[in-house]
């Protein structure tokens, strides 16, 4: 508590506080309050100073603040990645270099702003680019730095010999020789103050190999020595052209291989000799001839003055000539044709000499052609006949002639023999044959054919006439030989037949009801025979005999059957029974039905055909009355069996109470009227009833009488 207005107040924490400053006048007070805050000054620390070697960031380490809120500032032309926090990243700009200062700055809005920099000393780092090494075929390589900043210099990492740099190693293109064959590594590094960078490359140095093949030459065969010299690295032969396949033993790395292939021709041959990245390569021509094998092919007997040579080429080329003979050869189309024609101008024996050349290598064959004069064979035309024999006729003209079978399914006979020009052949089976007329001058011959048909004679068989009801019959003809075919001969309608007209079983449609002749024809090559059917076709009746009846009690009814066609119909009772008026009708009047069903048949018939339906009469039941009064007022005067009317032979037998027959009537009319067997009037009581019918269907109960 202070007395004084004017005081000096100190807290020992931070904080908002509320003084009271209050004024008393004897019994009188007043008072006022304020409010005083206790803000805590900004402390602000940036970090160290440190220098940047070629890099695109900087993150700040160890910065620290409290009580306000982060600014960072810069003299340079980068940017935060976050102006707000203790540590950020900051991005150079741009080609900005030397010394960089970040301020960072502590706001608090009470207080003063506190602040701390840091400075970064930034220098471009080198990049080193050693460029590319490679492979080379001597001792000197040019190397391919590419420089970044600062200054480079080439070293030698690896290998055995020494290296040289010319002009010197701070070339970044300068050109290093070695002393010894083998693989380098070199680097180029890269210095800019206090930065460096290196880059390294693999140089290898080999030997120039200088391939030798040595020389090529002709082979007349598959195989060749070749003779290749060695000098460096290893050697490989391969085949740069030719059409075939090459093999090489031992191996195609032995310089003194043989090499064999499987196509004769022309090759060119490459011997490769490859150390490490350096080759070197010599070709040879090797030519591979086949080794002609003359086949001259035979000589032969000749029918004229001109003979086809048949030599059978191997290789290279080939030439005929004459070897002996007394005439002049001429050769087409020239004599190098293996299948030359020679022609000689006098009939005799000759020789011919077939020789091949192929390179260097040769072959020849002689072969004998003999000339002599044609026979000219010549045979009437061919013919078709009937049967199992036919004639032939052949017009001789010098030497012997003989008829022989070429082809044809059986054996032949020759009447009067087969060295007649003209004779009879049989057969022994039918088909097509080919005969040959041969007639022979000592080794020459001529032969002429002919073709003879032999056609079994068809014996057509249609099956049998036939009625159908019906458009549709199938048809029966029995096959022979040779191609069958129907047709129709008469009838007034339309004829269709399936599946074709050549089915022996074929099915026939006709439009029209008719009788119709149907025509089955067999051919066997000129050759036929037919056979005749006659088949009727009738319309078929639908028998329709009207629609089933029932009623309560057996009674008269007409029946309601219909006829399809002009023909007739006929009623039959099937069960049951019924009285048929007239079973001819088709509306006849019926009677007597049986209880129950009673079946009748209604048959329609068409000439041959006919159908038939069923119709049913019911008869649901007999009404018999329990109470007669046979009192002569004419009322209920008789024992009445409704139902039984139209019924045949109703037996009722009437019994007493204690079982004793007292009326019978084996063929009840409903006339029974309370009367013993001897007509004598029965007392009133009750009675028992036993109703038998014709079906054998019984009825049994009791009935009252009364007067």
Not at 601 to 626: A, G
Request: hydrophobic share 30%.
């Amino acid at each position: 508590m202070s007395t004084s207005g004017n005081t000096t107040v100190t807290t020992s924490t931070y904080g908002t506080y509320v003084y009271q400053w209050t004024i008393t006048n004897g019994a009188c007070v007043s008072s006022d309050n304020i409010t005083v805050n206790y803000n805590q000054s900004p402390i602000s620390y940036a970090g160290e100073d440190e220098t940047i070697c070629g890099s695109s960031s900087y993150t700040v380490t160890g910065s620290t603040s409290s009580n306000g809120n982060i600014v960072w500032s810069t003299s340079g032309t980068g940017t935060f990645n976050d102006t707000s926090i203790d540590n950020p990243t900051y991005n150079f700009g741009i080609g900005e270099s030397g010394v960089i200062t970040l301020t960072k700055t502590v706001e608090n809005p009470s207080c003063s702003s506190a602040s701390d920099d840091i400075n970064i000393t930034f220098t471009a780092g080198p990049s080193a680019n050693a460029g590319i090494g490679g492979s080379e075929c001597d001792l000197d390589f040019t190397l391919s730095a590419t420089t970044s900043i600062g200054i480079g210099t080439w070293t030698k990492i690896s290998g055995l010999g020494n290296a040289v740099f010319n002009p010197n190693a701070n070339t970044p293109n300068a050109a290093v020789t070695v002393d010894v064959y083998d693989t380098y590594q070199f680097a180029w590094t890269e210095v800019n103050d206090a930065c460096t960078d290196s880059d390294t490359i693999s140089v290898s140095f080999y030997q120039q190999p200088l391939a030798d093949a040595g020389v090529g030459g002709d082979e007349c065969d598959f195989d060749y020595n070749l003779l290749a010299r060695e000098s460096f690295g290893i050697g490989t032969w391969t085949k740069i052209s030719g059409s075939g396949n090459l093999t090489f033993s031992p191996n195609e790395n032995a310089p003194n291989a043989i090499v064999t292939t499987d196509t004769y021709g022309s090759y060119k041959l490459r011997w490769t000799e490859v150390n490490g990245y350096c080759t070197d390569y010599d070709e040879i021509i090797v030519n591979f001839y086949q080794q002609p094998i003359a086949n001259a092919g035979v000589g032969g007997d000749e029918c004229d003055l001109n003979f086809t040579f048949s030599a059978i080429p191997s290789a290279g080329s080939g030439k005929w000539t004459q070897v002996s003979g007394s005439g002049i050869s001429t050769f087409f189309p020239n004599n190098s044709s293996p299948k030359a024609t020679v022609s000689v101008n006098a009939y005799g024996s000759y020789q011919y000499l077939w020789s091949e050349t192929n390179g260097n290598c040769t072959d020849s064959k002689i072969i004998d052609v003999n000339f002599y004069e044609q026979p000219i064979a010549n045979t009437r035309s061919s013919g078709n006949v009937c049967g199992l024999t036919y004639t032939v006729e052949a017009i001789p003209s010098f030497g012997d002639g003989i008829w022989t079978k070429v082809s044809g399914p059986g054996n032949v006979s020759f009447i009067p023999n087969s060295i007649s020009s003209n004779c009879e052949l049989t057969v022994d089976s039918y088909g097509t044959y080919s005969f040959r007329w041969t007639e022979n001058n000592g080794t020459c011959f001529s032969s002429d054919e002919i073709i003879v048909n032999f056609y079994e004679q068809p014996l057509a068989n249609a099956g049998y006439s036939a009625e159908q009801c019906g458009l549709e019959y199938s048809l029966e003809a029995n096959p022979s030989v040779g191609l069958g075919v129907w047709k129709k001969i008469s009838g007034v309608g339309n004829v269709q037949f399936i599946p074709n007209s050549n089915s022996p079983n074929a099915l026939i449609k006709v439009d029209t009801y008719d009788t119709y002749q149907i025509m089955w024809t067999e051919t066997s090559g000129n050759c036929s025979d037919s056979d005749i059917v006659e088949i009727t076709f009738q319309e078929q009746p639908i028998a329709n005999a009207g629609t089933d009846i029932k009623m309560e009690f057996a009674e008269k009814v007409e029946l309601n059957a219909v006829l399809s066609t002009t023909g007739t119909g006929q009623w039959t009772v099937l069960s049951g029974s019924a009285n048929l008026y007239d079973e001819f009708t088709a509306t006849t009047s019926v009677d007597q039905l049986g209880l129950g069903e009673n079946i009748l048949r209604w048959t329609e018939t068409n000439q041959f055909c006919s159908d038939y339906d069923d119709v049913k009469l019911s008869v649901d039941n007999l009404f018999i009355p329990s109470v007669i009064t046979p009192n002569g007022d004419g009322k209920n005067e008789f024992f009445v069996i409704r139902g039984t009317e139209s019924l045949e032979e109703v037996h009722l037998t009437i019994f007493n109470r204690n079982g004793i027959e007292i009326f019978t009537d084996s063929n009840y009319n409903n006339n029974w009227y309370g009367l013993d067997r001897n007509g004598n009037e029965l007392i009133p009581d009750t009675y028992f009833y036993v109703l038998k019918l014709k079906t054998n269907k019984v009825f049994k109960g009791c009935i009252v009488l009364k007067r």
